[in-house]
């Protein structure tokens, strides 16, 4: 599997839409999923993401040419990470 920018334009574009999808819906087959994406297209969907990246693995993506959204997360705003100085 080759990664080029196309297709992870493509995959990052579709993990947007899933994620709108999945926070605007809570009736969406991703609501509250894992999701793994790879050359534009979903792989894989699982309740945790140990089973999402073993269902990748299995289907022979690298794990380098792949994209792991947690469906209806909040991507979108600023985050803060707090840690000790």
């Known amino acids: 599997m080759t990664r080029t920018a ?3 334009d493509r ?3 579709l993990a947007r839409r899933i994620n709108r ?3 605007s819906s809570p009736q969406s087959p991703y609501a509250h999923k894992y999701v ?3 050359q534009g297209k979903v792989i894989a969907v ?4 140990s089973e999402l990246l073993r269902l990748l ?4 993506v690298p794990r380098d040419q792949s994209l ?3 469906a209806g997360a909040n991507y979108e ?4 990470i707090w840690g000790d100085q």
Do not use: F, N, T, V
Not at 46 to 49: E, P
Not at 57 to 60: I, N, Q, R, S
Not at 77 to 80: I, M, V
């Open 6 to 8: 196309g297709s992870e």
């Open 36 to 38: 793994g994406i790879a």
């Open 77 to 80: 705003g600023p985050h803060h």
């Open 46 to 49: 699982a309740d945790k993401l």
């Open 57 to 60: 693995d299995e289907a022979g």
């Open 68 to 70: 792991c959204i947690e």
């Open 11 to 13: 995959s990052q574009e």
């Open 21 to 23: 999808e999945a926070r």
